[in-house]
């Protein structure tokens, strides 16, 4: 690899994208520079699953052939991109970081992956993941853990921890995750990353293997903000194959993360997101970013949601009810692993053998949770219960946004973990969540995106900017704006100056 082609690796998708269409260098150098890095490093970062290099050249060189031809292409053809192994890609490995599903190889595209191709967005492989998405640390993969580009004895957070690690260490400018509880926001805040769960509905869910239904929604890790817009507007829009999908326009995100203004526009401090459980260093990093967003013209209010508390246990009551319900399918019958088939035992032995082998210990707690969740006599007590609940965070949002047109919280009570420090503690690894959750149960959108270290250990801090459904817009406003500022005391968006990796 040549010095030229190694320094690709190092610019952010629009820098890239700029190349590309100048001519300066071709979709398959860009391809072939990545994936060298991947190969050098993938090692000790353990980002991917499954690296597809024959697809991504290919890829790549019908870009370059349809550039030769003069066809008009999308702002993104010829970048690389790492996407979360949950969703399907035709004919490539799809995990969902289970062995239950070790060596399915789907007949489909997700229309994530349908619309990454056909903007000429090159696939490089797919990422690690908390098995079924179910983790804040990536270390429920069955396969290998992930470590933090930042530093590598800690986690890169969870479920999406391979999509925000690839990006951080320089493997991908862009990648896709998914977010049921946080997924894609707490490892972008762990790992200095920009992540963003679109509203719900707003990014088809066709072939994203499903957790829990109602709150699961896929979108972007970039390094910048423009970047993170960029993918949003590739992935985003209606499908008539997914029930859920929203059918109206996309909001107009890349012209809003290009505003770089935020004047008038009135910003509302969860007063509920703060205090105990967060990290001085952390807290630290946001109060100065709410203070920047003052001297940039937002006018700044507190704001209470006082059913915020509670969104944490009636998350944990509706996803592992919907999770239990979704993962029936895996049933030896039609995916991936078999055990116990020896033309004797019966279907429900198979089926029973291959669960108990096939799921880890993680999924397995979830799906025991959500069966007696939903169990008659208690379905009232908790599901019934949690639903309620879930209307109560929604009527906060609700009368948060008749003041103000964001809300801001840190992303995350702490900076990232050591591995192995949660594992046998699953209410702390909960915990991460605490932020993050009420925005899933309200179907609105949501960003973090980096405020600087924590002086407390060097490590990122991410603040949570969250907007009405379908109003994604204003996080690219508000995040493009202080990302403008950042720009100009560091002297770069925070992921091209660190990790030292
Ligand atoms: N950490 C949360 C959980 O384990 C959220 C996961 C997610 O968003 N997929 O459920």
Redesign the pocket.
């Known amino acids: 690899m040549t010095t030229a082609t190694a320094g690709l690796t190092r610019l952010t998708a629009s820098e890239l994208a700029a190349a590309l269409a100048a001519g300066e260098v071709s979709a398959a150098e860009a391809t072939t520079a990545h994936l060298d890095r991947i190969a050098t490093i993938d090692d000790r970062v353990g980002a991917f699953l499954h690296v597809d290099a024959d697809g991504a050249l290919a890829g790549a060189r019908d870009v370059d052939d349809r550039r030769a031809r003069g066809e008009a292409l999308g702002p993104l053809a010829g970048v690389p991109l790492a996407c979360k192994d949950v969703l399907t890609q035709r004919g490539v490995p799809t995990t969902a970081g289970s062995k239950i599903l070790e060596g399915w190889r789907p007949p489909y595209d997700a229309t994530v992956v349908a619309r990454l191709r056909a903007g000429g967005v090159v696939i490089l492989g797919k990422t690690n993941m ?1 098995e079924f ?4 640390s990536t270390e429920n993969s069955a396969y290998h853990p992930t470590h933090n580009p930042w530093d590598l004895d800690r986690v890169p957070g ?2 999406s921890g391979g999509s925000a690690a690839a990006v951080a260490a320089f493997e991908a400018p862009l990648a896709v995750g ?6 894609i926001r ?1 490892p972008a805040a762990l790992c200095g990353l920009v992540g963003v769960k679109p509203t719900y509905g707003g990014v088809s869910r066709y072939g994203l293997i499903a ?1 829990s239904s109602s709150l699961d929604q896929a979108g972007p890790f970039a390094r910048t903000v423009e970047d993170a817009a960029l993918l949003h507007a590739v992935i985003a829009g209606h499908d008539p194959l997914d029930s859920t999908s929203i059918d109206a326009p996309v909001p107009p995100v890349v012209a809003a993360a290009r505003r770089h203004d935020v004047a008038g526009m009135r910003v509302g401090v969860v007063r509920e997101l703060a205090g105990e459980g967060y990290q001085s260093g952390v807290e630290q990093r946001f109060r100065e970013a709410v203070d920047l967003l003052g001297r940039l013209g937002a006018t700044v209010v507190e704001v209470s949601c006082p059913h915020f508390g509670y969104a944490l246990p009636a ?1 944990y009551l509706i ?1 592992p009810s919907e999770c239990s319900s979704n993962l029936a399918r895996f049933d030896a019958m039609r995916y991936g692993l078999r055990v116990g088939d020896d033309g004797v035992a019966g279907v429900e032995e198979v089926m029973s053998a291959t669960r108990a082998a096939g799921f880890g210990a993680e999924v397995k707690r979830r799906i025991i949770l959500g069966t007696y969740a939903l169990s008659s006599g208690y379905y009232d007590a908790y599901y019934g219960q949690a639903q309620k609940v879930r209307t109560l965070i929604s009527r906060d949002f609700a009368a948060a946004y008749e003041q103000v047109d964001v809300l801001v919280s840190p992303t995350t009570p702490t900076t990232a973990f050591r591995l192995g420090e949660r594992v046998d503690d699953p209410l702390a ?2 915990l ?2 605490l932020a993050t959750i009420p925005a ?1 149960l309200d179907g609105g959108a949501a960003m973090s995106l980096p405020c600087g270290v924590s002086p407390a250990d060097g490590l990122p801090v991410g603040l949570q900017i969250m907007a009405p459904a379908l109003a994604d817009d204003r996080l690219y406003r508000v995040g493009g704006a202080l990302e403008a500022a950042y720009v100009e005391q560091w002297g770069g968006p925070l992921a091209t100056k660190g990790p030292p990796l």
């Open positions: 908390d998405a179910m983790g804040s969870g479920s998914t977010d049921t509880g946080g997924s707490q957790f998350y996803a690894m909960y991460a969540d899933n």
